[in-house]
């Protein structure tokens, strides 16, 4: 009787003991910047403006001295009803040709340029109209996305210019224990075509990859790592196993009392 108690609760300790393995990592798989040395400089060389793209809606403010003067060239609603209402300045959107259509000037293309390259070409072209205007260009549809094993996904509004994908991580309470961050995959959009790219970001030349600034729309996956499966696997194995066994129980049970 004592080698058969032995015997049934066997099967019960090599799953636990596989799951606790299984669990197990080493620190070379959660580990950022594995190869940077204590006290080491990184001069990246990794210089990043974000452009626009097609379908983007960006905010454009053209002020003066002179405040009527500009009143022209920038784009408003039509006053709402009641004697209180005051119109409100719109966004513009970059079509599928990738221009946008600006007060008196018209047709404008912007597409491929950065914000600072816009103002300089609308700077050019309110030439013979105004007398140094100031220009103010917002992107207002930069977000990014972070999906997989992290702990808050979701999808983020940028607030500057710029961000990282350490930066977006962040955004989402960095990876889980279980996110695989040499593997770690951006999708970008770029006027209708898809761009993946990989990243490892257990090494400082991740620094310098293409996609360690992100652009707006971009999508950053985190893969679950082998211990991740496994435990997915493992679980599935375990649930199959205890409805297998309530099917014989069951069974049983029904033979029994016939």
Do not use: W
Request: with cysteine; glycine share 6%.
């Amino acid at each position: 009787m004592r080698t058969l108690k032995h015997f049934l609760r066997l099967p019960f300790f090599l799953i636990i003991l596989v799951i606790f393995m299984g669990s197990c990592g080493s620190s070379e798989d959660i580990v950022y910047f594995q190869d940077a040395a204590d006290y080491e400089t990184i001069v990246s060389d990794n210089s990043h403006k974000n452009t626009f793209k097609i379908d983007d809606v960006i905010g454009i403010n053209v002020s003066t001295l002179d405040p009527t003067a500009s009143i022209p060239f920038n784009l408003f609603s039509t006053a709402g009803e009641g004697s209180y209402s005051q119109p409100q300045q719109l966004d513009y959107i970059v079509d599928k040709n990738g221009e946008i259509d600006f007060p008196v000037l018209g047709a404008i293309k912007i597409v491929g340029l950065t914000p600072e390259e816009t103002k300089q070409l609308l700077s050019e072209k309110l030439l013979p109209y105004l007398k140094d205007p100031i220009i103010n260009i917002r992107l207002r549809n930069f977000t990014v996305t972070v999906l997989g094993e992290v702990n808050r996904p979701g999808t983020y509004q940028v607030n500057g210019e710029q961000i990282t994908v350490l930066e977006a991580i962040g955004l989402a309470n960095d990876l889980g224990i279980k996110g695989k961050r040499d593997n770690v995959l951006v999708i970008r959009d770029f006027n209708g075509t898809k761009v993946y790219t990989r990243i490892d970001l257990t090494k400082k030349a991740s620094l310098n990859s293409p996609v360690y600034y992100l652009t707006q729309n971009d999508v950053v996956y985190v893969e679950p790592n082998k211990s991740a499966v496994s435990q997915s696997t493992l679980d599935n194995r375990a649930g199959l196993t205890v409805s297998i066994a309530s099917l014989v129980i069951t069974t049983a049970v029904i033979l029994l009392t016939r």
